[in-house]
């Protein structure tokens, strides 16, 4: 159980003041931020920065690491443990029983945000890590890039690079399906009946693809899945008495939609498998809009006075540069929103992840010596 300090946010259920979480080998329960979280951390080489799993609706971050008794090779921590990065993967509270002890139905952007920089702050600050960490947004965690930032950046510590994994832009209205989420009795958002088979489907064709089990179904949706907060939900719906209600602007606003200055360096991960056809075909469009209004406002539209005197010769090289800038930060890699599933998978974003980091850099440096 958690101690006093989470007693006094929430009141913790009768029947559960007697039972112990079922918790994984090195996970933790912690809180940050007034609520409670799952934690796991790897340690890694102290030169390289933290490597952050922020997880997506109604998933516990334990998809990226898998159950006891898995093949770990089968997982995406066990190759960044590999390559030597330090990993720290999130959960915020949802509905499963063998880890949180209560609903939280108006957690929301801000307060995901402000919990996950806690807690991200909390390991670099314990470790000795640099300050920039590197963040993958998988699914639903890909509306946290620009909060996030903010969060960190009043706490001493920034995003070195943040990548979308399949994962929901601050575009509005790109997943009409999610519309439909209905209230469990809890508050939180019901994903029986919404999108759970969906992604049991998902995890099927990885199982299939990588030979063997990865991950039983039964077990990911029993120790791996639950309700969760709809104000998180790229749906702009928020808890209000009982229902879900729409509060676009509010949405937006959280997620700063239009902020595009504000927003982290960023790249993409995405697929082409059409079990996640929204995904595979608008992904490098939408993030597309991000990439390039992020590294526009950041390194360029801020400097009018360079942008004023670029010579003609450089601003055909600056416009080749941006025009090119989006699709040298995505990549495409094999598999199905649960890509990062399996050996092969697992291996490959690690890969990927390695790639779009140079890519970053280079691209950053491009621009800024055609700026100089």
Known sequence: MLGAALTATWRVPVEAQTRRPMLYPREELTE???????????????????????????????????????????????????EGFPSLVLSYPIDNSGVFDAAFPLFSMTNWAEQSAEIIARYVDRNGLPANVVVLGWSMAGRIAEP??????????????????????????????????????????????AYVDWLLHCLADQNAAAGHSVLDAARFTGEMTGDFPVGLAASAMRYRNGDFVRDSAGDALEIGTAQYRAFPPLALMTHASAIDARHALTDRSTWGVYITQQLCETLIFSRPDKLAALPSAKWVKLDEHISHAAQRLSATLPGNHMFFLGE????????????????ATDVAGEISRLMA
């Not at 996030?148 to 920034?158: C, D, P, S």
């Not at 092969?344 to 890519?359: E, F, H, I, M």
């Open 344 to 359: 092969k998978g697992a291996r490959k974003t690690v890969q990927a992840l390695k790639l779009l980091r140079q890519t």
């Open 148 to 193: 996030l930032h903010a969060a960190l950046q009043r706490k001493g510590k920034g995003i070195e690079l943040f990548v979308a994994m399949a994962g929901a832009s601050a575009l509005p209205n790109t997943l009409p399906g999610l519309d439909h989420l209905t209230p469990a009795p809890s508050g939180l958002a019901a994903i029986k009946g």
């Open 32 to 82: 940050a931020a007034g609520y409670p979280a799952l934690v796991r951390f790897d340690p890694g080489r102290a030169e390289l920065p933290l490597v952050v799993f922020i997880t997506g609706g109604g998933v516990l971050g334990r998809v990226a690491y898998g159950p006891p008794g898995g093949r770990t090779d089968d997982f995406l921590c066990h190759w960044l443990h590999e």
